[in-house]
């Protein structure tokens, strides 16, 4: 009866910490999902393969196990990397240029591409009978 008891509890343990660790891996790729491989070109820390980005990980899981937040993580390393280490740039001051300049460009085209058409459409005087 006891030894059922032990495996049971056993099995609830091994359970609770496989959960706890998918937590902690899940927390672990969102944080390093918002941070930029210092080796790779554009590749967040968490899809990339290097060396750098893997010890990069475990100082998140470090980190998290030692209570911080996800802001006080990305702020680390923003105060070691600047903020370039960000794969979205902050919305703040001139960097709202580099969020509005795409929209901006879609927007001119598209007022471009109509005037076009709206002088391509126009019946031409003298062709008219």
């Known amino acids: 009866m006891i030894r059922q008891h032990l495996l049971v509890a056993a099995w609830v343990l091994a359970v609770t910490l496989t959960t706890s660790a998918q937590e902690v891996d899940l927390r672990v790729r969102v944080i390093a ?5 210092p080796v790779c070109q554009n590749e967040s820390v968490a899809d990339s393969q290097s060396e750098l980005s893997a010890q990069m990980r475990t100082l998140i899981r470090d980190k998290l196990a030692a209570g911080e ?5 990305v702020r680390y ?12 740039p902050p919305r703040q001051g001139v960097l709202w240029f580099v969020w509005l300049a795409p929209a901006a460009a879609l927007l001119g085209g598209a007022v471009l ?6 002088r391509s459409i126009r019946p031409h005087p003298h062709l008219t009978p």
């Open 33 to 37: 999902s918002k941070l930029r491989c």
């Open 77 to 88: 390393f923003v105060s070691r990397y600047g903020e370039w280490i960000l794969l979205e």
């Open 69 to 73: 937040t996800e802001d006080q993580i």
């Open 113 to 118: 591409v109509i005037a076009y058409l709206r």
